[in-house]
């Protein structure tokens, strides 16, 4: 969602589709949560070298461990980074996976707030650093 900000244009097609299988924490596995793989992408879509002739990574490395911090803060109440941690649901499960998606009550709104939340930092270090740069 905040590459478009970012970029005179949008990622193409299949950078979006490359990105797909993160959810549920990698593969449906329950490890590091998507919204981190997503922002650490989104920052490399941004900032990171498109040749091997350009400059080093300084201000991608910057940003990037800037927001592995902020994840970490963000997700301090779920105990991990992990996606099994935040949503609490096992996705091999189907039913556990449908009520997940349907139940209002379910512990997807821990993903919300964890997804919202993720995305107005990526947005803020961006913007910031963007800032810083010009």
């Known amino acids: 969602a905040c590459a478009e900000l970012f970029r005179d244009e949008p990622p193409s097609p299949e950078v979006v589709a490359a990105m797909a299988p993160f959810a549920g924490g990698m593969g449906s596995s329950g490890q590091v949560c998507g919204a981190l793989s997503g922002a650490l ?37 779920h105990g991990s980074i992990q996606c099994a941690d935040i949503a609490q649901v096992d996705w091999k499960d ?3 996976v449908q009520n997940f998606r349907k139940n209002p009550d379910s512990t997807r709104k821990n993903c919300v707030r964890v997804v919202r939340e993720t995305s107005n930092a990526l947005y803020d270090l961006i913007t910031d650093k963007l800032q810083a740069s010009s």
Do not use: R
């Open 41 to 77: 992408a989104t920052i490399g879509f941004t900032l990171g070298k498109t040749t091997a002739q350009q400059e080093n990574h300084k201000q991608m490395c910057s940003v990037s461990y800037a927001m592995i911090h902020k994840f970490t803060e963000i997700t301090k109440p």
């Open 94 to 96: 189907q039913d556990a």
